[in-house]
């Protein structure tokens, strides 16, 4: 009897990979000048703490791969797409990268600039760059009854943590190592509505618990923000935390959690909205009261917490959308790694992995703007914009750019976002969603 062999389905994070650069897009790259060049031309000290010494502060020298270079080269590495730092050396004696001049240097010089350059510096970039990010104007609200919420808080945010991929054994100390040696973890915070990086935080430990970022997300936050995070971050501890320094959170209940109901705010068929009292046991306390929201999907039901007791700042329907909105952030990391290559990390170095975030962050913010800018001019809202299929239609406006068809990148996106599939389509499954909604809130 013949046998049936099925074919392993890959990974979705590492499907084929293109090993030829993508063709540099003069737009693009200008907004991404434009953000960078205020804090390129900065004066800066690099520094780096000596391996043998690490109490010794070393000065590193300017010489060909100056800061701005480096910049230049990480960056393109991921927006460009990139294959390997040998194919960066080839590209940069010839075209330039991101407005620099052409250069001659070895893939080996790179290869250790990227070991010894500070991730600090390319941090303090980092947070330069999302200062000015926000400072843009925000998408529109995808709906009019989420304007009394946005004023209702001074910041809202999701966060969510993501393990990144094996690094390559290529030094001495990882070869030695036995299995796979992950590249570590990443935290990044992003505002619910625009999904633009505010906050990264990285570790080392790619088995790090979300719980030990608790105190430096609590001081990202800030005071009347209300922060989106999924159950990786439940404590009792963390939730008085938020109510004693006026900061507010939504996340999902824990199930076998012991609990008091103290006041049924509303109740229907399919919902119902509490103030409840957890921390029965003395054990984990809970000095504050908190809100449970109930909501019967389909046939399961599903209990949301939050400390914003009053019902009239946040309904019961809008703590369900918000948590739902916290699937974005995990949006985000599939984009990162799947579009912008963050699942191939180019070395073995932990300060490369580092740059390599701080890279990928940056040029998905700019991708972002550029997503919302399209938004704006086919009036959809910002979650109908793919922001894959706008990433690819790079290569489509660059070729209309050399035919001398067009000279404006989103007008042209706009025009051909049907021809593209910019636009996401209207599925079943949105419709049903759509349905199920009216039903559980009564309302169309």
Not at 21 to 49: F, G, H, K, Y
Not at 81 to 99: D, T, Y
Not at 230 to 241: A, Q, Y
Not at 253 to 282: C, F, H
Request: with cysteine; charged share 20%.
């Amino acid at each position: 009897m013949a046998h049936k062999h099925t074919r392993a389905r890959p990974h979705a994070e590492f499907r084929h990979r293109s090993q030829i650069p993508m063709p540099a897009v003069e737009e693009v790259e200008q907004r991404l000048t434009d953000l960078l060049s205020p804090s390129l031309l900065a004066p800066r000290q690099l520094e780096r703490r000596d391996p043998r010494q690490p109490q010794r502060i070393i000065r590193m020298r300017q010489r060909l791969l100056t800061l701005p270079v480096m910049v230049a080269i990480i960056v393109s590495l991921v927006w460009r797409r990139v294959p390997s730092i040998a194919e960066v050396q080839k590209v940069l004696p010839r075209e330039g990268l991101l407005g620099m001049a052409p250069l001659q240097v070895s893939a080996q010089a790179i290869t250790k600039r990227l070991d010894v350059l500070p991730a600090a510096v390319m941090g303090q970039l980092f947070t330069e760059v999302c200062m000015r990010v926000q400072a843009q104007a925000p998408p529109p609200l995808p709906h009019p009854r989420w304007a009394p919420v946005w004023e209702a808080f001074s910041r809202i945010a999701l966060v969510d943590g993501s393990t990144l991929e094996a690094l390559r054994k290529k030094t001495q100390v990882l070869r030695a190592c036995e299995g796979l040696v992950l590249g570590g973890k990443m935290m990044v915070m992003v505002p619910a509505f625009s999904h633009r990086p505010l906050w990264q935080l990285y570790t080392e430990d790619a088995a790090a618990n979300d719980k030990r970022f608790a105190a430096e997300i609590m001081a990202a936050l800030p005071m009347g923000g209300l922060l989106v995070f999924d159950l990786g971050f439940f404590s009792f501890l963390w939730f008085d935390d938020f109510t004693d320094q006026q900061k507010f959170f939504v996340t999902r209940m824990r199930q076998k959690i012991a609990y008091r109901t103290v006041q049924v705010l509303s109740q229907g068929p399919y919902y119902r909205d509490e103030i409840i009292q957890v921390g029965q046991y003395r054990s984990h306390p809970c000095t504050h009261p908190l809100r449970m929201v109930s909501v019967l999907w389909q046939t399961v039901w599903y209990r949301y917490l939050t400390n914003v007791l009053d019902p009239q700042r946040l309904s019961a329907r809008q703590v369900c959308e918000l948590y739902r909105r916290r699937w974005r952030i995990e949006d985000a990391f599939a984009l990162t790694k799947r579009v912008l290559d963050l699942a191939y990390l180019w070395t073995g170095s932990t300060n490369a992995v580092q740059l390599q975030i701080y890279a990928t962050l940056i040029v998905y913010a700019v991708l972002l703007t550029i997503c919302q800018q399209v938004a704006q001019v086919l009036g959809e809202p910002l979650e109908r914009i793919s922001v894959e299929m706008v990433f690819r239609a790079f290569y489509h406006y660059s070729r209309a750019v050399e035919r001398g068809e067009c000279d404006a990148l989103v007008s042209f996106l706009a025009e051909h976002a049907k021809l593209l599939g910019i636009v996401k389509r209207w599925r079943k499954h949105h419709r049903e969603r759509q349905q199920l909604e009216s039903i559980i809130w009564g309302d169309p």
